[in-house]
Nanobody
Framework: QLQLVESGGGLVQPGGSLRLSCAAS????????IGWFRQAPGKEREGVSC???????????EHAASVQGRFAISRDNAKNTVYLQMNSLKPEDTAVYYC???????????????????WGQGTQVTVSS
């Protein structure tokens, strides 16, 4: 069974940090770019961060402007897992966070967050004092 499972969500105070994990089963994560999305109550789902599949042995990360400088994305192919390190969290970061296997444009070197192969089930992140 092909599956993505997120973990690491929870309640954190403003300014705090969390690390989300996205683990794959049934397929190799390194064959895909992996994107993180989030959806807050009453809002549309938005792309947050993405890390490419291997491009000549290199990996490229990209982030939405709202999280640039605060979030970092990384992958451990040996563990078949992608991580999202979230620092300096703000109340507006509160949302359900999803990871997804997405397409990658190797010419433009950018994730295509509209082309999703697999979704995870989501993990709740709440930033509140």
């Amino acid at each position: 069974q092909l599956q993505l499972v997120e973990s690491g969500g929870g309640l954190v105070q403003p300014g705090g940090s969390l690390r989300l994990s996205c683990a794959a089963s049934g397929f190799r994560l390194d064959s895909y770019a992996i994107g993180w999305f989030r959806q807050a109550p009453g809002k549309e789902r938005e792309g947050v961060s993405c890390i490419s599949s291997s491009v000549g042995g290199l990996y490229y990360a990209e982030h939405a402007a709202s999280v640039q400088g605060r979030f970092a994305i990384s992958r451990d192919n040996a563990k078949n897992t992608v991580y999202l390190q979230m620092n300096s969290l703000k109340p507006e970061d509160t949302a359900v966070y999803y990871c997804a296997a997405v397409a990658y444009n190797t010419v433009q070197r950018t994730c295509d967050m509209n082309r999703v192969a697999y979704w995870g089930q989501g993990t709740q992140v709440t930033v509140s004092s």
